[in-house]
């Protein structure tokens, strides 16, 4: 009985290949919307977290906890007094007071005033003060010269992002090393030009832009700079959390600062719940589409239903039940959105290849989008075909049977 209601649905839909057409445009263009936006999502989501694998998550920050301001003498009304500040001696003591930290990079940013290259501003241009161990951690890579080191505590030299270093050739240089750069009221010596970094949720500056000079100079030459944060690399015998705790148990026994720490874990978490969300939203608006394929194949239903009206009586008056003529009506609806679910899918996946082409994104072929299409458009088929499936069951058979 089945296979005789699925070849007569077949047989139905064929029969009015222009009505089945406009149907199948509707729900393939649903489908693959919802496929496509889903798997974007998704390949987004890789992608943000490949950027975290590529810099470690064996990488912890560590920041003053803000927080830990306390009221003077604790009393309602008075002046909110701001953290200490970290202490260049208690920062390079941290690899040896702490077991679970195998490199410690303290950094600065800001300060120093305006970049300027033979009278002209450098757009976007950061100062910031690092030490040797910077390079490492942030996996920086050096095109031209060297990186700092050591042995420049208190120099006047500079290492620059790729992007500097292309405006110092795009204004008249012939190679970046050796060249003279301004900031504030003090002269830096380019020593060194970064290799292009990716964008990364991890890094709390930007590489490209930065003009980096030794702590200690930068430390040296405004009063009002401090030590931004810490970046420590966990040893690999220890776990985040382990390393977490001994940092906020130093800090609290031998400073008087309470620190906060963070890891890529934790960041990690946070994105892993923002793109899911992203990943909802992103369906829900390609779930209007597909009502929209919905509505077209409901409609369709009842036009074959209003045509059909004599075989209904027939079938009817031959001993079908009511059932009998729904469950014919909800097959055909049924085939005609997995088919167009199919080719949906097809649609989608296509796009979502496109899309990471021109994004320069790894595609990731992903399950869950192929069987949530190939549900949905079940689930769609079901729903919008039952309003015209029970239409036909209900026809009257000798009404049906003296229609045209």
């Known amino acids: 009985m089945l296979k005789a209601n699925i070849r007569e649905a077949v047989r139905s839909l064929t ?50 906890d803000y927080s830990s301001g306390a009221d003077a003498e604790g009393k309602p009304g008075q002046a ?22 195998s490199m410690v990079s303290p950094y600065t940013q800001g300060g120093g005033g305006s970049a300027v290259y033979q009278g002209k501003p450098l757009e976007r241009a950061s100062l ?15 095109s031209e010269g060297r990186f700092l080191s050591d042995l420049d ?39 060194g030009v970064l290799d292009t970094v990716p964008q990364s949720g ?33 040893g690999p015998a220890f776990s985040n959390s382990t390393a977490r705790e001994q940092v906020m148990a130093y800090f609290a026994r031998y400073t008087k600062m309470t620190a906060r720490v963070s890891s890529p874990e934790d960041i990690i978490a946070q994105m892993e719940k923002q793109a899911q969300m992203f990943t909802l939203l992103l369906g829900a608006i390609g779930s209007i589409s597909l009502v929209v394929g919905g509505v077209g194949v ?40 997995i088919v167009g679910g199919l080719l949906g899918i097809v649609i989608g996946v296509g796009a979502s290849v496109v899309i990471c ?19 949905v458009s079940s689930a769609v088929g079901f729903f919008f075909g039952f309003y015209p499936a029970r239409q036909a069951a209900q026809l009257d058979p000798i009404v049906a049977l003296r229609s045209d």
Do not use: C
């Open 15 to 64: 029969s009015a290949k222009q009505r089945t057409l406009l149907a199948l445009v509707g729900i393939v263009i649903g489908i693959g919307s919802v496929i496509a936006m889903v798997s974007v999502g998704t390949i987004v989501q890789n992608e943000a977290l490949q950027q975290f694998k590529e810099m470690g998550i064996d990488i912890i920050t560590i920041e003053k």
């Open 80 to 101: 909110f007094l701001p953290p200490a500040s970290f202490k260049l001696a208690d920062v390079l003591a941290l690899s040896a007071q702490i077991p679970a930290l």
């Open 128 to 142: 910031m003060g690092v030490t040797a161990a910077f390079q490492n951690i942030n996996k920086l890579h050096v």
């Open 153 to 191: 505590a208190k120099s006047q030299f500079v290492v620059v992002g790729s992007e500097i270093g292309s405006a110092l050739r795009h204004n008249g240089a012939k190679q970046a090393v050796g060249e003279r750069i301004k900031v504030g009221e003090n002269l830096f010596t380019v020593m």
């Open 202 to 234: 991890l890094r709390r500056f930007d590489p490209n832009t930065a003009l980096l000079i030794h702590l200690t100079t930068a430390l040296r030459l405004s009063g009002d700079t401090e030590i931004s944060a810490i970046n420590a690399r966990v």
């Open 298 to 337: 409901m409609n369709v239903m009842l036009v074959s239903v209003s045509e059909r009206r004599r075989e209904i009586g027939i079938r009817r008056a031959l001993g079908a039940k009511r059932d009998d003529i729904k469950g014919q009506f909800l097959i055909e609806s049924t085939i005609l959105s």
């Open 357 to 375: 082409y021109f994004a320069q994104w790894q595609f990731v072929f992903s399950p869950g989008p192929i069987l949530l299409g190939v549900g």
